[in-house]
């Protein structure tokens, strides 16, 4: 800074200092002697540090320095800092915004990731990036030769040490896997409380973490000696529903959530709440918010463009005159790599070759009668960055034929970063030439036949060389047209948006020269002048004046390319010394590589430079490169005065430029300005004594001939007040005039009419947007704040993407990221804009240290710019996409976040912060009383939500088996009166019948396995008998065989031989938890249960008594056993729910009976029929339509055990077609298998003869909401194979009723019998309103709509009503609420030992508490609505259609509203490519997200960004955690369902070997 030496220092204490200094850099002393000594000297002048009392805590240091060159020593100690984004000042702010959050004890748990993961990104992996990254447009930060960085000396140092000494305590607990990290940690507490005023403290939750035992390694699960399995075992099991005790916790978890639980944010303001919708919140403006007081700004204009009588009428003219008379004048030199001049390029060469290609391109391309290129069509030139000469050649080529040339930059590869954006505009410029060079021709990709390819999104072009050995020369008479300047388009120069579409700006000859003169006015450049260009020569300053404005003043160009600036960084100095050249044109990056190179100088000498052109001087950030420059180079004779920044954009071209003068008494303007007022569009000079000020220097003064005046960023071009940051206008003829072919964004752009006070135009001629934000100060100094590329509007307030960088960047050591490899910029979630920010990772340095800098990055950019940062990611080394000169290409980087392709190593999401326009959680309303409701639905018309089946006593049937009470009788009067009928066939995997049963052959055996009961089991009547057989006919005889003995059967899947550990307890709590009093199976199975694996999982000395069945005794028993009592316990049927409670349904032979009537007479089964079912036999209604109904209605059964759809994915359908069945049953995992593994072979499976036009009723089996998208793609994908659309349908039933609903279409001729159902109905709801319990019909396709498909027919004999299941008072049509049902086929209670039958004895015997209160009803616990639609029955009442939402113990109670799983999993697969599978599930207040990756490791960290953004648009929920995991570890149990309380306890019990564990704060 310039008032460096403000602090009153005795001269004798600087000499000192000075000493010291010199000292360091030359090695006498030691960096900690240094800082000793130093303290010493200079601790009485110092103001008291930040931190030690309450009212210093806004003091900061005045900046102080001993003299330029210790200065100098001082910064090089520093390392290689960005000097555009330098500022001692903000840097020492950022640093007492830390030291403020430094006594707060941070608790946040740094992301767990998986070994092979940190591996992978480890030093080897990598080269080191481009060092010298520095940007052209995209504001790239340029990187410097790397020297070593000992840390900034001074108040920073040991601000920084205070702060890692503070973090030390609590990190003996942290490892990289787990545990949390305690120096990471401070973060959450200070965005707890973001108003640093608040002293309380919070709670030290560091103390916690470190009382736990430290965890190493990830494999714990081996270490300690759990007899637990993974899943499903018993301890897990029984807390199920409540929340696991917190030792099972890990220590990390219960981190997170004490964070979480500390006071967030202040309470938000009243949002607008409408009683039925979820309002975001509406950004209120704060009342206390600065507003502009100023007057209306004027117009400010320029100094008149004088005339000069010898200025050329046109560029062309300027070159023709300078080519004839001086021909042998220098006018461009170009360097090589080694800094040697490789050719000089004369006027008379430069005129000579341009006339040639001037004719070439007219005359020898295409034919005499077709040319190919006409004056006024445009070409393409591409060029290197080290060909200045070549290209500007073709440039006046271009000029002197006629035609517009559109520079471009070199396509490297097919997939070049924004090269396909600059493709679209070549084509819409209807570009059909490009000119390059030899060398370039060259160098390009070729195709196998040595043509260059088409680019991706290019137009097809011809290549056209332009060196002068390739090109004809030009008739003795030919002779270019030279006219004056005219309102043709001379040039058109590419422009790179924010959203990374590339535009074409048109600029006529006429502004080209006028620009040309003015910047000759402004800079008083002279004839021969010698001018250094570091800049790009295609566009911009580069191109205004190291190519045309040089040409029309015969000046001579040296040109360094970025190649050599790469290789030397000094090279343009050194240049303007050997040339003693008076002009240098150089961004900021340029000033600073010099900074860092110029120690090894000792004859640089800059008195011959009479201005320095700062080409990015409209970067805020560049004051602190031309400071510093100035400080160092002042002693070589650089002059003060000379340090011209401009600001310029490809809209308006040069906006302003300080002139050079040679008064260096006169002050360069200045401007301290608040970052608080900054973003509320207000300037407020601050003294710079507070923590967030933005530094700015001006850039001059307006342009010759030009109007210049600020607008309002948004809206209507209003005026600007005097003391409001606004959108620079300017009116010039010297500007761009359009965007090649976009009339629209043209009229925005460039005829933009400013309006005054009055409403009325400030003048009549358009004004053209400059895209830059700034103001106009004292004297008429331009000064800029930003660009409009980089401003991002975070919930009303403007920040600028460039100060946020600054802030990142100054948050020291920078020993984690690259310099110059820091992308910003917002990304939209919910209706605001949210800030990312990339930066690339140094490969050696550790998790805990980047996580550590990430945080920290946080806690400055909070404290500094009063805003949250959503997303923070570190990418490997070498991976950001690069601009053609090197820089982040921004638009590119943020396309990648977008899609999940970027692949950080470590990302640090902070939803919680930022995220403040979230609706209201939701108040419980005191609920309405049930007769109200009623009431309420009587007065407004709706009827009361009920619906039912036929009625059973109604349908005349000849039922033969109505006649017997038992399925035991039945199955013997069929062994009686058709013992030759088969009624079970069970198929291999190969398709091939294994084995079947007839009437008779299944009555016998059943007879032998109830004398073997008896007589080896000596078992009476009543007892429980434990089957445990893999589905097949063993089974079904087993369970007629417990009938006909008077025994109790409990169906069991048996024990996966793979996987004894964890399904093995399982089988144990079924026979232990049924009280079985022998277990019967087959040998197979009888060895396994005795086997050493068995041993290990569980007590086998504990089994109940197995019997055998394989070799079954030869004898009958005495009688067959008849019960007396048709409601004694038929079966218990057992399952374990997906929330992980085990429970058996009693089901009586009543009920048995009943439930095989209900589904003979919806599905009309017969003798004659044959079904086929694909299910799996233990539980539900896959146990009744596997074992039962055969047996019942007399049809046959084609049995397909779902487990060997794995071996053959297509033996379920080939079963269906090759037996021509009619109907069909399988689950929702049977048809997703059939989706996936068949996808692409229905062509293969049909030319096997696959036919499925017969089926007419395939039903899925579930208990849960129908999967229509599942269901949908089944019907279109095998569509093909004769599949009628109308055939597929869903069921349901739940555990008090097996069958509630099943629907069997009629399709065809089958109509007319009488039972056909209607089609079944979607509706699409809202879901916003359905987290509040209602119901809300919407049309397809409009957000927040959720399709609902029908359940099915309700079964005969069922009613169903609507219920609230807190009052339970009766619902009305459309509302929804819990589904109570009643049938004779309702279970009669649950089976438990510990005799709590009264806590679910409502279950099954439920009465409404009005209305009707005499009907007892079975409460299926899932919510639901049911709606009469304009259907009608067969029977011609209108049809009733019940729509299951979810189930009430599975939904998510958050925010006060109810969530069901399903509908979040189903955002977040659609988030991302590659998300296989996902779950979710609460954990305390945190939504917990895991999803199963299919892809690489690396791709780990792009979900969570995406599935956090996703959740957050769709659901208004914050994730709390993101767990990342491999493929098949979310449990799914038989019926397809997801076992999301298993996946809880296994998350809390640290056994799922994640990939990474991301926990958003």
Same mark, same amino acid.
């Given at each position: ?1233 059939? &989706?996936? /593994?068949?996808?692409?072979? $229905?062509?293969?499976?049909?030319? =096997?003869? #696959?036919?499925?036009? +017969? %089926? !007419? ?57 009488? &039972?056909? /159902?209607?089609?079944?109905? $979607?509706?699409?709801?809202?879901? =916003?309103? #359905?987290?509040?319990? +209602? %119901? !809300? ?225």
């Amino acid at each position: 800074m310039a008032d460096r030496d403000a602090l009153p220092l005795p001269l004798e204490v600087r000499a000192r200092l000075a000493e010291l200094e010199l000292e360091l850099s030359e090695g006498d002393i030691t960096q900690k002697g240094y800082e000793k000594k130093r303290a010493k000297l200079i601790g009485a002048y110092l103001p008291q540090p930040p931190g030690l009392e309450g009212s210093m805590a806004h003091e900061r240091r005045p900046p102080m320095a001993p003299s330029a060159a210790s200065r100098y020593h001082r910064r090089r100690s520093s390392g290689t800092r960005d000097e555009r984004y330098r500022s001692d000042v903000h840097t020492e702010a950022v640093q007492a915004a830390l030291a403020k959050h430094k006594e707060r004890k941070m608790a946040v748990p740094m992301p767990s990731k998986r070994r092979s993961l940190v591996v992978q990104t480890s030093m080897d992996a990598y080269t080191p990036p481009d060092t010298s990254s520095g940007s052209e447009e995209e504001g790239g930060q340029g990187e410097g030769t790397p020297t070593s960085s000992q840390g900034s000396v001074s108040m920073e140092h040991w601000i920084s040490r205070a702060i890692h000494q503070g973090s030390t305590t609590s990190s003996s607990s942290s490892s990289t896997q787990s545990g949390g990290s305690g120096a990471a940690g401070r973060l959450a507490d200070v965005l707890a409380q973001t108003h640093i005023e608040n002293h309380s403290a919070p709670p030290d939750v560091t103390t916690y973490t470190s009382e736990l035992p430290t965890q190493v390694e990830r494999p714990q699960v081996s270490t300690v000696p759990r007899s637990t399995p993974k899943y499903g075992n018993a301890e897990l099991m029984e807390t199920g529903d409540g929340v696991p005790v917190s030792s099972r916790v890990s220590a990390k978890i219960q981190q997170l959530v004490n964070t979480l639980k500390q006071p967030r944010r202040p309470p938000l303001r009243e949002f607008f709440v409408d009683d039925f919708e979820e309002l975001l919140e509406v950004q209120q403006p704060d009342p206390n918010q600065p507003r502009p007081e100023g007057a209306l700004m004027l117009t400010m204009r320029g100094e008149q463009l004088g005339v000069v009588t010898n200025w050329p009428p046109s560029l062309e003219a300027a070159l023709q005159r300078w080519g004839t008379i001086s021909p042998k004048a220098p006018c461009l030199t170009t360097m090589d790599t080694n800094g040697k001049p490789l050719y000089v390029l004369t006027y008379g060469k430069l005129w000579s070759r341009s006339i040639k290609v001037a004719y070439n391109i007219l005359h020898k391309l295409g034919t005499k009668q077709e040319p190919m290129v006409r004056p006024g069509d445009r070409v393409a030139l591409v060029f290197p960055n080290n060909d200045p000469a070549a290209f500007m050649v073709a440039f006046y080529g271009c000029l002197l034929a006629e035609v517009v040339p559109v520079p471009i930059e070199v396509p490297l590869t097919r997939k070049d970063a924004g090269s396909q954006q600059i493709g679209f505009l070549l084509g819409s410029c209807g570009v059909t030439v490009a000119l390059t060079s030899d060398a370039c021709h060259k160098g390009l990709p070729k195709g196998p036949t040595g043509e260059i390819p088409q680019f991706k999104g290019w137009p097809k072009l011809l290549w056209f060389v332009t060196e002068s050995k390739h090109l004809s020369k030009p008739p003795r008479d030919w002779f270019p047209h030279i006219k004056d300047a005219n309102n043709d388009t001379a040039y058109i120069e590419y422009k790179t948006c924010k959203d990374g579409s590339v535009l074409g700006v048109t600029v006529m000859r006429i502004a080209m020269l006028t620009h040309c003169q003015a910047l000759t006015q402004a800079c008083s450049y002279t004839e021969a002048e010698t001018i250094v260009n570091v800049l790009d020569f295609k566009k911009d300053v580069g191109l205004w004046h190291g190519i045309l404005t040089s040409v029309m003043n015969m000046m001579h160009v040296i040109s360094i390319p970025y190649s050599l600036m790469k290789v030397n960084p000094l090279s343009w100095i050194q240049k303007v010394c050997q040339y003693k050249a008076k002009v240098a044109c150089v961004k900021s990056r340029d000033m600073h590589w010099a900074l860092v190179a110029h120690r090894d100088q000792r004859d640089i000498n800059l008195t011959s430079l009479r201005m320095l052109v700062v080409a990015d001087g409209s970067n805020p950030w560049s004051i602190s490169s031309c400071d510093a420059f100035l400080n160092v180079f002042q002693s070589k004779g650089l002059r003060p005065e000379v340090i011209c920044p401009c600001a310029s954009s490809p809209e308006a071209l040069t906006v302003a430029i300080r002139r050079p003068t040679d008064d260096s008494n006169q002050p360069t303007g200045r401007g301290v300005l608040s970052m608080q007022g900054l973003s509320h569009g207000v300037i407020r000079v601050d003294s710079e004594e507070r923590l967030s000020v933005l530094t700015v220097q001006d850039v001059g003064t307006v342009m010759p001939g030009a109007l210049m005046c600020v607008v309002k960023p948004e809206g209507v071009p209003q005026l600007c007040r005097t003391d409001e940051i606004g959108e620079l206008c300017v009116c010039s003829i010297a500007t761009g005039t359009s965007y090649y072919g976009l009339s629209g964004m043209t009229k925005n752009t460039f005829e933009v009419f400013p309006m005054g006070g009055n409403g009325a135009p400030i003048s009549e001629y358009p004004f053209t947007r400059t895209g830059l934000l700034g103001f106009v100060g004292p004297g008429g100094l331009v000064f800029i704040a930003g660009k409009m590329d980089g401003l991002m509007v975070v919930s009303g307030r403007r920040h600028n993407a460039d100060d946020i960088v600054a802030t990142a960047l100054a948050v020291e050591p920078m020993k984690f990221v690259y310099r110059g490899r820091i992308a910003v910029f917002s990304v939209t979630v919910l209706h605001d804009e949210r800030i990312v920010v990339v930066a690339e990772q140094r490969p050696d340095s550790t998790e805990e240290d980047s996580f550590q800098w990430m945080s920290r990055v946080l806690q400055a950019i909070d404290s500094i710019h009063g805003v949250g940062v959503f997303c923070l990611a570190l990418v490997p080394a070498n991976t950001l996409p690069k601009t053609p000169l090197g820089g982040i290409h921004l638009s590119e980087t943020k396309q990648l976040f977008l899609e999940g392709s970027l692949h950080p190593c470590n990302v640090l999401m902070c939803p919680h912060t930022c995220v403040t326009n979230l609706p209201k959680p939701r108040q419980k309303q005191p609920e309405i009383g049930p007769a109200s409701v009623m009431v309420g639905n009587l007065v407004s018309g709706k009827r009361i939500a009920q619906a039912s089946g036929r009625d059973l006593g109604q349908i005349e049937d000849n039922d033969q088996a109505r006649k017997f009470l038992f399925l035991s009788e039945v199955l013997q009067w069929r062994a009686q009166t058709t013992p030759d009928h088969v009624l079970f066939t069970l198929l291999s995997s190969r398709g091939a019948v294994l084995s079947s049963l007839t009437c008779l052959q299944l009555h016998k055996r059943a007879e032998k396995i109830a004398a073997m009961l008896v007589e080896r089991g000596h078992l009476q009547d009543g007892d429980h008998v434990a089957l445990v057989y893999p589905p097949g006919i063993d089974l079904i005889a087993a369970f007629y065989g417990c009938l006909y003995a008077g025994c109790v059967p409990i169906t069991v899947r048996p024990p996966h031989p793979q996987n004894i550990a964890t399904t093995l307890p399982t089988v144990k709590m079924i026979v232990e938890v049924s009280r079985s009093a022998c277990v019967m199976t087959t040998q197979v199975i009888c060895k396994l249960l005795r086997s050493k694996e068995a041993s290990a999982a569980v007590d086998v000395r504990m089994w109940p008594p197995v019997l055998d069945t394989d070799d079954l005794p030869k004898k009958k028993p005495p009688q067959l056993y008849k019960p007396s009592n048709p409601d004694t316990l038929a079966y218990l049927d057992f399952s374990v729910s997906t929330t992980g409670m085990l429970a058996g349904v009693k089901m009586s032979h009543t009920a048995t009976s009943a439930f095989c009537r209900s589904i003979k007479l919806q599905c009309e089964l017969y003798p004659s029929r044959e079904v086929a079912i694909c299910l799996d036999p233990y539980c539900g209604l896959g146990f009744v339509l596997w074992c039962l109904c055969s047996v019942y209605s007399g049809h046959q059964s084609i049995l397909i055990p779902p487990s060997e759809l794995e071996v053959n994915p297509a033996l379920w359908l080939m079963a269906v077609s090759q037996f021509r069945v009619r109907d069909t049953f399988c689950s929702y995992s049977v048809m997703e298998l059939c &989706t996936k /593994g068949l996808g692409l072979q $229905t062509e293969s499976l049909k030319s =096997r003869g #696959l036919d499925l036009s +017969r %089926v !007419r009723t395939c039903v899925v089996v579930a208990e849960e909401r129908p999967r229509i998208a599942l269901t949908q793609s089944f019907s279109k994908l095998f569509k093909d194979l004769g599949l009628h659309p109308r055939a597929v349908s869903t069921s349901f039933g739940c555990r008090v009723n097996l069958a509630i609903c099943l629907q069997p279409h009629r399709l065809g001729a089958i109509v007319d019998q009488g &039972t056909s /159902g209607p089609d079944p109905t $979607t509706v699409y709801v809202d879901m =916003r309103a #359905l987290r509040h319990d +209602r %119901v !809300r019909l919407v049309e397809r396709g409009s957000p927040h709509s959720l399709p609902l498909m029908e359940s099915g027919k309700i079964l005969p004999g069922v009613r169903i009503i609507i219920a609230n299941p807190e009052t339970k008072g009766p619902l009305g049509d459309s509302h929804l609420g819990e589904i109570w049902v009643h049938s004779a086929h309702n279970g009669s209670g649950y089976f438990t030992v510990y005799g709590d039958e009264a806590l679910q004895s409502d279950h099954f015997n439920s009465r409404l508490s009005f209305g009707d209160t005499q009907t007892v009803w079975a409460r299926t616990g899932y919510l639901g609505f049911l709606r009469r639609t304009e259907l009608t029955d067969a029977s011609g009442e209108r049809h009733d259609a019940l729509y299951v939402v979810g189930a009430l113990d599975e939904a998510m109670e958050l925010r006060g509203m109810r969530y069901h799983p399903i509908d979040i999993e189903t955002s977040v697969i659609r988030a991302h490519k590659s998300i296989m599978e996902c779950a979710v599930f609460p954990w305390t207040n945190l939504l917990v997200v895991v999803v199963e990756l299919e892809g690489s490791e690396q791709e780990a960290l792009d979900l969570v960004p995406l599935v956090t953004n996703a959740i957050l648009e769709e659901h208004y929920l914050i994730v709390g955690v993101v767990v990342v995991v491999d493929i098949g570890v979310i449990p799914i149990n038989s019926r397809g369902e997801k076992q999301r309380m298993h996946l809880r306890d296994g998350f809390l019990a640290d056994q799922l070997d994640p990939i990474y564990v991301a926990y958003n704060m």
